[in-house]
């Protein structure tokens, strides 16, 4: 089975501690929340790049990857190097034709862009695949490699307070197909693939693969507005926290979000100071470490 092959790897992931920012938290006893809504990296879990993207790559994590997934390496290793070349080609060209069709950020899935790179790869002789090639665990195993990520100080505790407290949590993230993996990982121990968080509400999950739009669009964050409809709850009742002042404060607050800005880690303080509105909007609260959420609600 497909988890069975994940769980050595995901065993093998070590900590690494958060950075901490010269930030001050601001906040008080919250009124009328009623929902809470997490951005994950940066926020749930820190990350080596401060968020989804990759913090550094070598050769080593190609070859490792190429190997434990099923692919034959046909070329010297040095020369995998321009595998990554192929795939930002790929990127940048599938993200020109979907602002041509209208979306002005556009999100891809992983899974279908690393396809695409392989192909042309293994098109180029640099690569073979097999019958057991698998082009989801591949895309899985250089995530791990490339961008190192372990919970957030506090997660399980902030996380259990406020369900036992009764707030609906959610999620919207940049986030691919591994994210639910790893955090289910992290909180439960499970490997699951069944693409959701365990402990937050599907209605309310929004990830930025499967709807291939991706922050800062506001329409990422309008995708809960008829699901917290349905609960009985308008914008305004929900808390939305994340560690960007633009991706999440300034375009969660244009649905009528309330904010909480994450000053938790240096990778990913993002106070996006040269851009117009997002260096001037106030979040409704500050916060230094996720266990300050049980102070305000």
């Known amino acids: 089975m497909f988890t069975d092959k994940l769980r050595p790897f995901l065993k093998k992931i070590e900590p690494i501690a958060i950075r901490p920012t010269d930030a001050q938290a601001k906040y008080k006893k919250a009124e009328n929340i009623k929902a809470v809504i997490f951005d994950i990296y940066g926020t749930l879990i820190i990350s080596a790049s401060g968020d989804i993207m990759q913090d ?26 321009s595998i990554h070349g192929i795939f930002e080609k790929v990127i940048v060209l599938e993200k020109q034709i979907a602002k041509d069709s209208g979306t002005p950020f556009p999100e891809l899935n992983l899974v279908e ?8 790869a293994e098109a180029d002789g640099l690569i073979k695949s097999s019958d057991f090639s698998n082009i989801r665990l591949f895309t899985f195993l250089f995530e791990l490699k490339s961008n190192q990520v372990w919970p957030m100080p506090g997660l399980k505790e902030t996380l259990n307070d406020l369900k036992t407290k009764g707030y609906p949590l959610g999620i919207v993230s940049n986030a691919q197909f591994y994210t639910p993996i790893i955090m289910n990982y992290f909180l439960y121990g499970r490997v699951k693939t069944d693409e959701f968080i365990d402990g937050f509400e599907k209605d309310l999950s929004v990830f930025s693969y499967k709807i291939l739009k991706g922050k800062p669009d506001p329409l990422i964050y309008e995708e809960l507005v008829e699901p917290l409809k349905k609960r009985g709850l308008k914008p305004q009742d929900v808390l939305y926290v994340g560690n960007d002042m633009l991706k999440d404060i300034y375009a969660s607050s244009q649905v009528g979000f309330k904010t909480c800005f994450f000053a938790g880690d240096m990778r990913a303080y993002r106070l996006r ?25």
């Open 273 to 297: 100071k040269d851009h117009e509105q997002a260096s001037k909007i106030q979040p409704d609260y500050i916060i230094t470490s996720l266990e300050q959420l049980k102070d305000i609600l």
């Open 56 to 81: 550094s790559y070598d050769v080593s994590m190609f070859s490792e990857a190429l190997s434990n997934s099923g692919y034959k390496i046909l070329v010297p290793e040095n020369k995998l190097m």
């Open 113 to 120: 862009i690393w396809d695409s790179t392989l192909k042309k």
